[in-house]
């Protein structure tokens, strides 16, 4: 939720976060709320993004409790846009996050609204606090403010321009509005208390000047509100009942009940929880825009990116993404969630609904030396084992083949089962082959092998009851698609990347192996024409989705997750 989330440090205990049965105490004291007929049993919350970047997996937390207390209890939740700063703000960013929203399945329906909506009554609202002398129009520098603010143990010192009279403020705002002064010549601060314990109620700044363009306003405004001033009034005038935040928001709060109470309007009721961090992720608009910006990845979207575009180009679901979100503890202590969790969430999803494939990444040539030239057969494949509805598929299966490079070692160790010089493996869904000459180039490095295969063995099974102790998927070389695979990775090399020693930057973490690009693999025909964003389970190697950048003469594939379940063991064993 807003600005506070680029700035201002996590000073509360992180916490492992694993999946829990636990009430979620917001939803408690909405309850709470209703039986006690507070707003009349209504219940309206609303998600207020800035527009200043793409959403990432952080902001799941905050939807999923905004438009999730709404559905819960049949009440409303708007999406507001808190678009105060002019100069960070795009038209592409808003339609990102309602693209997110909608993927992750909500609907605010027709309350689609704006903090630049209300720009006329928060103006007329400074207007009022300044008659009541309750706000003014202030010429320290924006370094000046800091310093008169004051520390965490030290009072702040009022300005020299606090004392000026109505009738100066009154005018020396419009004339702010009126566009007569240059940027940082003045602000408007709120009157309250330069001693207080509470940094934010230091006579915090409602409005600074900015000669800049508005996406939505256009030049109409060369002062802004700030944050602070903009956000609970503009709860308010939308009727809100529960303004869910962050934890972050918590000293902010006082502010906010202290505009609406001098104004004298309707006051929601403010609720903090704990903000959900992933591992070896980022969680700040600010720096994924460097990211972005500086060329560390290709655009918001890129796969190695945890916006929600780019987990959803790298082939995430929004009921994994939600699972996730679900299962971790709501508190009012933020919470460390490790990256294998997510990754364990993907898996469970598309497990129950990816379609099985086959596909070779590091093709190795297989030529079975007694099958039949030009003969082709049509082997039946399951399509998802978890799912018998999903039914079966057909692979062709022919002389020459590719397997995977690494399912084959020509002097193989005791514990490796795969193929090797006279061994005999399963094909899946095909025969038993045995390897019985290796072809070698120039260099030496094994480039074809050639085999026979047990015509008796057709489905996987030898009706004289002999076993093999490997398995091997691979593809008809003359059937298969060519197809590019982007293998993806971690974009950080540090769990948290935000933790960073004197002179360093987060930056200096990233990955440099975060993506390999394997451009000759090969899948079997029945994924021709698939469109991007569909998923798959490529058999023994993981879960893959088609990327937008494919052509009607190539797919590209992104790799969303591997087969192996790391978080899942290491909870197995801790029992």
């Not at 916490?15 to 009430?23: E, F, I, K, N, R």
């Not at 008809?476 to 769990?495: C, I, M, P």
């Not at 192996?564 to 801790?574: E, G, L, N, S, Y």
């Amino acid at each position: 939720m807003g600005k506070p989330e680029e700035d201002i440090k996590d000073t509360t205990e992180a916490a492992d976060a694993a999946p829990t049965a636990g009430v979620n105490f917001i939803r408690k004291l909405i309850e709470e709320d209703i039986q006690a007929g507070r707003f009349g049993g209504r219940v309206h919350t609303r998600f207020p993004p800035e527009p200043n970047g793409y959403l990432h997996i952080g902001h799941v937390r905050a939807i999923w409790m905004d438009f999730g207390a709404a559905e819960e209890f049949g009440g409303k939740c708007n999406l507001r846009f808190d678009d105060t700063n002019p100069l960070k703000e795009e038209q592409e960013y808003i339609d990102a996050i309602m693209d997110d929203i909608r993927w992750l399945g909500y609907d605010w329906e027709d309350r689609l609204f704006f903090a630049s909506d209300y720009f006329d009554q928060l103006y007329e609202w400074a207007v009022q606090l300044i008659k009541a002398g309750k706000a003014y129009v202030d010429h320290l520098s924006a370094e000046e403010i800091r310093e008169y603010r004051g520390t965490l143990t030290e009072p702040g010192r009022e300005s020299p321009y606090r004392n000026r009279s109505v009738e100066e403020n009154l005018d020396l705002f419009e004339r702010m509005k009126n566009g007569e002064f240059q940027e940082g010549a003045c602000v408007l601060r709120a009157k309250i208390d330069m001693a207080s314990p509470n940094l934010n109620l230091r006579d915090p700044v409602m409005y600074r000047i900015l000669h800049a363009e508005h996406h939505r306003t256009g030049d109409r405004w060369c002062i802004y509100p700030t944050y602070d001033w903009a956000h609970g009034q503009s709860d308010s005038i939308e009727g809100i009942t529960h303004s869910l935040c962050s934890l972050e928001f918590a000293d902010h709060r006082p502010l906010y009940d202290w505009f609406l109470e001098q104004l004298g309007v309707y006051a929601p009721r403010q609720i903090e929880f704990g903000r959900l961090n992933v591992s070896y992720t980022l969680m700040s608009k600010r720096r994924l825009r460097r990211l972005v910006e500086e060329g560390y990845v290709n655009g918001w979207d890129d796969p190695r990116m945890t916006t929600l575009s780019g987990l959803r180009r790298r082939g995430y679901t929004p009921e994994a993404v939600k699972a996730f979100v679900e299962r971790t503890s709501v508190s009012r202590t933020n919470v460390t969630a490790e990256f294998e969790f997510l990754e364990h969430c993907l898996r469970e999803d598309l497990n129950q609904r990816a379609p099985r494939v086959m596909a070779v990444l590091q093709p190795l040539r297989v030529v079975i030396t007694n099958y039949p030239e030009g003969q082709v057969e049509a082997l039946e494949a399951v399509n998802n084992p978890e799912d018998e509805s999903a039914g079966t598929r057909t692979v062709p299966f022919s002389r020459v083949l590719y397997i995977e490079q690494d399912d084959f070692m020509e002097d193989p160790p005791k514990k490796f089962y795969r193929l090797a010089p006279g061994r005999e493996v399963r094909l899946r869904y095909g025969y038993f082959i045995r390897c019985e000459d290796v072809v070698k180039d120039d260099q030496g490095s094994v480039v074809e092998l050639r085999c026979t295969y047990d015509p008796e063995t057709r489905g996987g099974y030898a009706p004289d009851g002999r076993r093999v102790k490997a398995t091997l998927h691979w593809v008809s070389a003359g059937h298969a698609l060519e197809v590019e695979v982007r293998l993806y990775d971690q974009l950080f090399t540090k769990e948290n990347p935000d933790d960073v020693g004197e002179g360093e930057e987060f930056t200096d973490y990233v990955n440099p192996d975060s993506l390999h690009v394997l451009e000759r693999c090969y899948i079997e025909p029945s994924v021709a024409g698939a469109a991007p964003g569909a998923r798959y389970q490529f058999e023994r190697l993981g879960y893959f989705c088609v990327d937008p950048d494919s052509t009607a003469d190539k797919l590209v594939f992104n790799r969303a997750v591997t087969l192996r379940d790391t978080w899942a063991k290491v909870q197995a064993q801790q029992g």
